[in-house]
């Protein structure tokens, strides 16, 4: 008899969707290794004061665990609009705000809404590769087109791309991951006025960026163009998993009526309003990683690494053989790093100054390996 139950049964063994077979989950490897720059998280923990802060707050609102969480996240989005205005300079609402658990989840619900069978998704790869598990999951076509050799969208090609798929959705992350370009709002606007679908932009990564946001456009076309974030990145709250959309208010009403009802519960509501409450003195660690993010990028070109032009809190670099044999030379050198399946490229995070010694000290070894 088998120790766990139902052991013998395998996934050929069940009546799985046929699209899903041979599919793997996403994830990155969680690896205990001495230095973790492979799933861009900010390196740096809250405050002691923000800690306190939750702490006090999870205490309260314990108290009222026996009734279900605000539905509708009202003080939330409010907080996020303010932020929201504050940070890109662009007056936005609490009917402009959606917020869900990350920005996957946010993503996932714009699926539901406006893909489905028989509608189809646009993305321009090496890009975000949940966008097709995404898609395959809402039973949404994706359809990719691949960037430039400079890991950039071709304005040309990707309207070209438009108008031969007339697609229902297009991505377009900017900041890109894995590769850290920002797409130009010139490009993003054309894009809004040719589909007859929406243009969702992922800007999880925008906060490390010196270019104006999408967020801007949202107003002259507020049913074509739809902005994602994320605080998980540089709110140093991957761990809380909140994540938010800046829409037309048609389209906060509409993700309501494809949403799980009570998706945010009262504790996760009650950390990210604190985190809101600290966000002076938690995204003082951007300028201290962008600034890492330069030292790093010159260091890996020092020693002869393609390091690609980078707005986010990573950097894609290369050209290597053989990936994944260099990926484990860094991991075995303590440095566990991303393989993103990008041939001859691999992303690394931005750590801390300690982190990123760490890394620039394996490339060497690396580098030195490679030219021998």
Same mark, same amino acid.
């Given at each position: 008899?088998?120790?766990?139950?139902?052991?013998?049964?395998?996934? &050929?063994?069940?009546? !799985?969707?046929?699209?899903?077979?041979?599919? %793997?989950?996403?994830?990155?490897?969680?690896?205990? +290794?001495?230095?973790?720059?492979?799933?861009?998280?900010?390196?740096? #923990? #809250?405050?002691?004061?923000?800690?306190?802060?939750?702490?006090?707050?999870?205490?309260?609102? &314990?108290?009222? !665990?026996? =009734?279900?969480?605000?539905?509708?996240?009202?003080?939330?989005?409010?907080?996020? &609009?303010?932020?929201?205005?504050?940070?890109?300079?662009?007056?936005?609402?609490? &009917?402009?705000?959606?917020?869900?658990?990350?920005?996957?989840?946010?993503?996932?619900?714009?699926?539901?809404?406006?893909?489905?069978?028989?509608?189809?998704?646009?993305?321009?790869?090496?890009?975000?590769?949940?966008?097709?598990?995404?898609?395959?999951?809402?039973?949404?076509?994706?359809?990719?087109?691949?960037?430039? %050799?400079?890991? /950039?969208?071709?304005?040309?090609?990707?309207?070209?791309?438009?108008?031969?798929?007339?697609?229902?959705?297009?991505?377009?992350?900017?900041?890109?991951?894995?590769?850290?370009?920002?797409?130009?709002?010139? !490009?993003?606007?054309?894009?809004? /006025?040719? @589909?007859?679908?929406?243009?969702?932009?992922?800007?999880?990564?925008?906060?490390?960026?010196?270019?104006?946001?999408?967020?801007?456009?949202?107003?002259?076309? #507020?049913?074509? !163009?739809?902005?994602?974030?994320?605080? %998980?990145?540089?709110?140093?709250?991957?761990?809380?998993?909140?994540?938010?959309?800046? *829409?037309?208010?048609?389209?906060?009403?509409?993700?309501?009526?494809? =949403?799980? #009802?009570?998706?945010?519960?009262?504790?996760?509501? +009650?950390? *990210?309003?604190?985190?809101?409450?600290?966000?002076?003195?938690?995204?003082?660690? @951007? $300028?201290?990683?962008?600034?890492?993010?330069?030292?790093? *990028?010159?260091?890996? $070109?020092?020693?002869?690494?393609?390091?690609?032009?980078?707005?986010?809190?990573?950097?894609?670099?290369?050209?290597?053989?053989?990936?994944?044999?260099?990926?484990?030379?860094?991991?075995?050198?303590?440095?566990?790093? =991303?393989?993103?399946?990008?041939?001859?490229?691999?992303?690394?995070?931005?750590?801390?100054?300690?982190?990123?010694?760490?890394?620039?000290?394996?490339?060497?070894? @690396?580098?030195?390996?490679?030219?021998?």
């Amino acid at each position: 008899m088998s120790a766990i139950p139902g052991e013998a049964a395998s996934l &050929a063994d069940l009546p !799985l969707r046929e699209e899903l077979a041979g599919a %793997s989950p996403y994830g990155a490897p969680q690896i205990d +290794a001495p230095v973790r720059l492979n799933t861009n998280e900010n390196p740096y #923990p #809250p405050s002691e004061a923000l800690v306190e802060e939750l702490v006090a707050e999870v205490r309260a609102a &314990a108290a009222g !665990l026996n =009734r279900y969480p605000d539905r509708g996240a009202v003080e939330l989005r409010e907080r996020l &609009a303010a932020y929201v205005s504050g940070q890109v300079g662009v007056e936005v609402s609490t &009917a402009n705000l959606w917020a869900a658990n990350g920005s996957n989840e946010v993503l996932h619900q714009l699926l539901q809404a406006f893909g489905g069978p028989g509608r189809t998704a646009l993305g321009f790869t090496p890009s975000y590769s949940m966008h097709p598990i995404l898609c395959q999951g809402t039973h949404t076509e994706f359809v990719s087109r691949e960037r430039g %050799s400079d890991f /950039r969208i071709d304005p040309a090609g990707a309207l070209a791309a438009v108008r031969e798929i007339d697609p229902d959705v297009v991505f377009v992350t900017s900041p890109n991951n894995p590769t850290g370009d920002v797409t130009p709002l010139e !490009l993003i606007e054309e894009l809004a /006025r040719q @589909v007859k679908g929406l243009v969702v932009v992922d800007e999880a990564y925008m906060e490390f960026s010196d270019q104006p946001s999408a967020i801007g456009l949202v107003d002259r076309y #507020p049913n074509r !163009l739809v902005v994602s974030r994320t605080m %998980s990145k540089a709110f140093d709250f991957a761990g809380g998993r909140l994540g938010y959309l800046v *829409a037309a208010p048609a389209v906060v009403d509409a993700l309501q009526l494809v =949403r799980l #009802p009570y998706h945010l519960s009262t504790l996760g509501q +009650a950390a *990210a309003l604190v985190a809101l409450r600290h966000a002076d003195e938690t995204l003082a660690t @951007v $300028a201290t990683l962008k600034k890492e993010r330069a030292r790093v *990028a010159d260091g890996l $070109a020092g020693l002869g690494f393609e390091v690609a032009d980078s707005e986010a809190n990573f950097v894609f670099f290369g050209r290597f053989s053989d990936s994944h044999a260099a990926w484990q030379a860094f991991l075995d050198r303590g440095v566990l790093i =991303r393989d993103v399946g990008q041939r001859g490229y691999l992303r690394a995070t931005i750590g801390t100054p300690e982190d990123n010694d760490a890394l620039l000290d394996a490339a060497r070894h @690396v580098a030195a390996r490679r030219g021998a």
